[in-house]
Nanobody
Framework: QVQLVESGGGLVQAGGSLRLSCAASGRTFSSYQMGWFRQAPGKEREFVAA????????NYADSVKGRFTISRDNAKNTVYLRMNSLKPEDTAVYYC???????????????????WGQGTQVTVSS
């Protein structure tokens, strides 16, 4: 069982930056691929970024590529999402998710992720 707790959301002006954190419980964090997803009001949840178990492999949605960076610290059981050059359309609830998987990062649909956090709100004002 893995419990995920996100933090770091808030209100920021367009062009600003935020860093989200997702702290995981358990001793097997390094066996999990981690992902970030987001859900804007009235829209379906969408993939944002993912990182493999070691941190050596990542992928991103086209909408955030070049602006967001996913990273992880396995010693701290934490995954991060650094968000730069934020836009109003980045406004959403951001969720982290975990799936037990070793190897290169894979683009997986959300129903393949086993564990989810409660989400953290990010609001970008224009």
């Amino acid at each position: 069982q893995v419990q995920l707790v996100e933090s770091g959301g808030g209100l920021v002006q367009a062009g600003g930056s935020l860093r989200l954190s997702c702290a995981a419980s358990g001793r097997t964090f390094s066996s999990y691929q981690m992902g970030w997803f987001r859900q804007a009001p009235g829209k379906e949840r969408e993939f944002v970024a993912a990182i493999n178990w070691s941190g050596g492999s990542t992928n991103y949605a086209d909408s955030v590529k070049g602006r967001f960076t996913i990273s992880r610290d396995n010693a701290k059981n934490t995954v991060y999402l650094r968000m730069n050059s934020l836009k109003p359309e980045d406004t959403a609830v951001y969720y982290c998710a975990a799936v037990r998987r070793i190897g290169q990062v894979a683009t997986l649909p959300e129903d393949k992720y086993d564990y989810w956090g409660q989400g953290t709100q990010v609001t970008v004002s224009s």
